[in-house]
């Protein structure tokens, strides 16, 4: 084989003499697959100029052609070939038995943080209202208003694009960095969140600790948070974690990531009203469409983004668990995935219907007995928890059909909105569900309504105040004429001069 024509070819960018080169070695079986790999090495060549500059071609030639050399020969014994395809075949068919398992691990991990974030966003009344501890010392909620709704997909399809085109033109590497290192420090204040929500679980314990951090601006309360040595033992074990996925970007250290995201997440962000809610909901709907078969933008990103923003699962789990699974995978292991976003945002509406179900409970004569308790009937969160799984599943279903990724909202939006809807219809509660509000919003609101009445008031008190004390221009006093004037002389009148 002439190797210096080899050469010659990747640098002038000749197929066709590439081609003839090797159908004169009398390879012709793996000259189609040479052929493709030659295109896609001159493209990458052309790309980029530096990288061809450190790259020998002489050694890349001769390595190309001793493998086709080689492949040839294996594939001239009939026993080897068999051997192959039976390996093969055996191999499919792990895939396709690993894969059900790795839809019902995405499923699985998927439904965990939903339900586990929503009774942890529920405040419980554990005393008579207008007690010191009525209600339990967790970090307070943010809710979506109905503006926020409106504004949420613009502004993350501002957001999107934004990342869609730094991958394009900036070095793909340099920014997965700055983002490992944000949500390394985001995961360790979640991961150990997370592992407090299931230490509490698993002892039964309240687990808040002795100490009590608390910080007020003027006379509201910033921040109150109790914590004692088990919150610091948990922040050193998360703080290992998100180190050891830094190092390594194993994926069972970012699901663990991941997972603690979705939980923090769903308890922490709340609507403010189920019309919020199903606003959010269909405006992602027509976000996810878009994005996912109108352009290849949030394919593109998904796909770049190095970051603990999705829950993975390998297709193959069995033949990984057979290397180990601590091992780190081969570069291109195929794995299945879900965004996080298909998770909190679904999420959310649902800990919405989970908070509605208890506020019911609170009216009931049961709920004025026993308020602080997670043992209440839930119909509506039971029926949406219901609708999503079917959503998910009809989701991965389709996937797998089609071969192709699907906007998950496509099917989750309408199959939350519509379990809500459904059941407020059939318990004849429609009026009530949407004229619902969470308790803390109701406060907030009160709050700022008297704050507001007691600013108007005091405004208009220093108004009148000001007015009362200011004399009308152009007019003064005259001194009056003294008593002991002289006597002849004639006294001055009091009176006003204008």
Same mark, same amino acid.
């Given at each position: 084989?002439?190797?210096?024509?080899?050469?010659?070819?990747?640098?002038?960018?000749?197929?066709?003499?590439?081609?003839?080169?090797?159908?004169?070695?009398?390879?012709?079986?793996?000259?189609?697959?040479?052929?493709?790999?030659?295109?896609?090495?001159?493209?990458?060549?052309?790309?980029?100029?530096?990288?061809?500059?450190? #790259?020998?071609?002489?050694?890349?030639?001769?390595?190309?052609?001793?493998?086709?050399?080689?492949?040839?020969?294996?594939?001239?014994?009939?026993?080897?070939?068999?051997?192959?395809?039976?390996?093969?075949?055996?191999?499919?068919?792990?895939?396709?038995?690993? #894969?059900?398992?790795?839809?019902?691990?995405?499923? =699985?991990?998927? &439904? #965990?943080?939903?339900?586990?974030?929503?009774?942890?966003?529920?405040?419980?009344?554990?005393?008579?209202?207008?007690?010191?501890?009525?209600?339990?010392?967790?970090?307070?909620?943010?809710? !979506?208003?109905?503006?926020?709704?409106?504004?949420?997909?613009?502004?993350?399809?501002?957001?999107?694009?934004? #990342?869609?085109?730094?991958?394009?033109?900036?070095?793909?590497?340099? =920014?997965?960095?700055?983002?490992?290192?944000?949500?390394?420090?985001?995961?360790?204040?979640?991961?150990?969140?997370?592992?407090?929500?299931?230490?509490?679980?698993?002892?039964?314990?309240?687990?808040?600790?002795?100490?009590?951090? /608390?910080?007020?601006?003027?006379?509201?309360?910033?921040?109150?948070?109790?914590?004692?040595?088990?919150?610091?033992? /948990?922040?050193?074990?998360?703080?290992?974690?998100?180190?050891?996925?830094?190092?390594?970007?194993?994926?069972?250290?970012?699901?663990?990531?991941?997972?603690?995201?979705?939980?923090?997440?769903?308890?922490?962000?709340?609507?403010?009203?189920?019309?919020?809610?199903?606003? &959010?909901?269909?405006? /992602?709907?027509?976000?996810?469409?878009?994005?996912? !078969?109108?352009?290849?933008?949030?394919?593109?990103?998904?796909?770049?983004?190095?970051?603990?923003?999705?829950?993975?699962?390998?297709?193959?789990?069995?033949?990984?668990?057979?290397?180990?699974?601590?091992?780190?995978?081969?570069?291109?292991?195929?794995?299945?995935?879900?965004?996080?976003?298909? =998770?909190?945002?679904?999420?959310?509406?649902?800990?919405?219907? /989970?908070?509605?179900?208890?506020?019911?409970?609170?009216?009931?004569?049961?709920?004025?007995?026993?308020?602080?308790?997670?043992?209440?009937?839930?119909?509506?969160?039971?029926?949406?928890?219901?609708?999503?799984?079917?959503?998910?599943?009809?989701?991965?279903?389709?996937?797998?059909?089609?071969?192709?990724?699907?906007?998950?909202?496509?099917?989750?939006?309408?199959?939350?909105?519509?379990?809500?809807?459904?059941?407020?219809?059939?318990?004849?509660?429609?009026?009530?569900? !949407?004229?619902?509000?969470?308790?803390?919003?109701?406060?907030?609101?009160?709050?700022?309504?008297?704050?507001?009445?007691?600013?108007?008031?005091?405004?208009?008190?220093?108004?009148?105040?000001?007015?009362?004390?200011?004399?009308?221009?152009?007019?003064?006093?005259?001194?009056?004429?003294?008593?002991?004037?002289?006597?002849?002389?004639?006294?001055?009148?009091?009176?006003?001069?204008?």
């Amino acid at each position: 084989m002439n190797v210096t024509a080899i050469k010659e070819s990747f640098v002038a960018g000749n197929i066709t003499a590439i081609v003839e080169t090797v159908l004169a070695t009398n390879v012709s079986v793996i000259a189609e697959s040479f052929v493709n790999i030659s295109t896609t090495a001159i493209a990458r060549l052309r790309d980029g100029t530096a990288n061809a500059q450190k #790259l020998n071609l002489t050694e890349l030639a001769a390595h190309v052609y001793s493998q086709a050399n080689l492949t040839y020969v294996k594939l001239s014994n009939r026993t080897y070939v068999e051997e192959e395809l039976a390996k093969g075949a055996e191999r499919l068919q792990s895939m396709e038995s690993g #894969l059900i398992f790795a839809y019902v691990a995405i499923g =699985i991990m998927a &439904l #965990l943080p939903i339900y586990f974030g929503a009774h942890a966003a529920i405040k419980l009344n554990k005393k008579k209202k207008g007690s010191k501890d009525e209600k339990d010392d967790s970090d307070e909620a943010e809710f !979506f208003s109905l503006n926020d709704a409106k504004w949420f997909p613009i502004i993350g399809s501002m957001t999107l694009f934004s #990342l869609y085109l730094a991958f394009t033109y900036l070095d793909k590497e340099l =920014i997965n960095t700055l983002l490992t290192v944000y949500f390394c420090v985001l995961g360790v204040g979640s991961s150990t969140k997370l592992f407090l929500i299931v230490a509490r679980a698993v002892t039964g314990w309240e687990l808040k600790g002795d100490y009590h951090l /608390l910080l007020t601006k003027k006379d509201q309360e910033v921040i109150s948070q109790r914590f004692g040595m088990h919150h610091f033992a /948990l922040l050193g074990l998360s703080t290992a974690l998100t180190i050891y996925y830094a190092l390594t970007k194993h994926w069972i250290a970012s699901n663990i990531l991941g997972e603690a995201f979705s939980v923090t997440a769903v308890q922490l962000l709340n609507l403010d009203s189920f019309t919020t809610g199903i606003v &959010l909901l269909a405006a /992602l709907f027509v976000y996810d469409i878009f994005w996912v !078969f109108g352009t290849d933008v949030m394919v593109t990103v998904a796909k770049n983004f190095d970051a603990p923003i999705k829950v993975v699962f390998p297709k193959d789990f069995m033949g990984l668990f057979a290397q180990g699974l601590w091992k780190i995978p081969e570069k291109g292991t195929p794995f299945t995935m879900l965004g996080l976003g298909d =998770i909190v945002i679904p999420g959310i509406f649902v800990a919405l219907c /989970l908070q509605f179900d208890y506020h019911n409970y609170l009216k009931t004569s049961a709920g004025k007995k026993n308020p602080a308790t997670y043992s209440f009937p839930k119909p509506y969160f039971t029926t949406c928890f219901i609708f999503y799984t079917l959503g998910l599943v009809t989701t991965i279903v389709v996937m797998h059909a089609f071969q192709a990724a699907q906007p998950a909202l496509l099917y989750l939006s309408p199959a939350c909105i519509m379990s809500a809807l459904l059941t407020a219809l059939v318990r004849g509660e429609w009026n009530r569900l !949407f004229s619902y509000v969470p308790e803390e919003v109701e406060e907030r609101r009160e709050k700022e309504m008297a704050a507001a009445a007691a600013k108007e008031g005091t405004e208009k008190k220093h108004k009148k105040k000001k007015e009362g004390s200011a004399e009308p221009e152009g007019l003064q006093e005259v001194p009056a004429a003294k008593e002991d004037a002289a006597p002849g002389t004639p006294s001055k009148r009091k009176g006003k001069k204008l």
